[in-house]
């Protein structure tokens, strides 16, 4: 069974549109992650919510608004999307007591044309 | 705030041979965890190695070891036994242990494996 999973995989889309992409962990963790790792493979925190509730938000644009419907979901929706966003963005889980051991998802390549 | 450096680009090894990575960190925190992150191409982030920052002894696991060296704010990671299966990317990452629980990576390493 996969840990966490992302959807999709892969997402290209026009300068502009809206977008969503979910994440989904069944490992029981309370606490999730975005983190974005850009063309030169550099990756980043955005987010982290603990229980639905958002505990990290690294100067992200507010284009990007974070949604936790459920501890076991932490979804990414991106408004107006634009050229810079094009990367791979990555979900992870962990448990608060056991920070250090993330889990990440395969990631989903953004593509904006 | 914490930082990482990884200041190896890229590197290469013969297969079998034996390969040492860089990363030097900065923080303030007085406990943290060290990590050692493979992407390969499949960009699956798989966990390595850690390092608890208490703790002297060297992580290993299997054909990866570590040397952590504290006072230095040193954390090299060495591949023994290079495989073909090793070529990927490599990051090293710091995360705290109380507040925000985020990781910091560095700029990662491209490791070649040549057969």
């Known amino acids: 069974d996969t840990a966490v999973s992302q959807t999709p995989k892969y997402l290209v889309t026009q300068m502009g549109n809206d977008k969503s992409i979910k994440c989904e962990q069944n490992?029981?963790?309370?606490?999730m992650y975005w983190y974005k790792q850009d063309s030169k493979k550099f990756l980043k925190i955005m987010f982290s919510?603990?229980?639905?509730?958002?505990?990290i938000n690294e100067t992200v644009p507010n284009r990007f608004s974070p949604k936790s419907p459920d501890k076991a979901h932490l979804n990414l929706h991106i408004n107006s999307l634009e050229l810079g966003d094009s990367a791979v963005y990555f979900c992870?889980?962990?448990?608060?007591?056991?920070?250090?051991?993330?889990?990440f998802g395969p990631g989903t390549r953004l593509t904006v044309t | 705030a914490q930082t990482v450096t990884q200041s190896q680009p890229e590197m290469s090894v013969q297969e079998a041979e034996t390969v040492t990575l860089s990363c030097t960190y900065d923080?303030?925190?007085?406990?943290?965890?060290l990590f050692w992150y493979k992407q390969p191409p499949s960009r699956q982030m798989i966990l390595v190695i850690r390092?608890?920052?208490?703790?002297?002894q060297n992580a290993t696991e299997n054909r990866f070891s570590v040397n952590f060296q504290k006072a230095a704010k040193s954390f090299s990671l060495k591949i023994s036994d290079s495989q073909l299966g090793d070529a990927a990317m490599y990051f090293c990452?710091?995360?705290?242990?109380?507040?925000?629980?985020?990781?910091?990576f560095g700029q990662g390493t491209r490791l070649t494996i040549n057969p």
């Open positions: 992870a889980s962990s448990q608060p007591e056991v920070p250090y051991e993330q889990y």
């Open positions: 490992l029981g963790h309370d606490t």
């Open positions: 919510y603990n229980n639905k509730e958002l505990i």
């Open positions: 923080t303030s925190e007085s406990d943290y965890y």
């Open positions: 390092q608890e920052a208490y703790k002297q």
């Open positions: 990452a710091i995360g705290g242990i109380q507040g925000a629980q985020k990781l910091v």
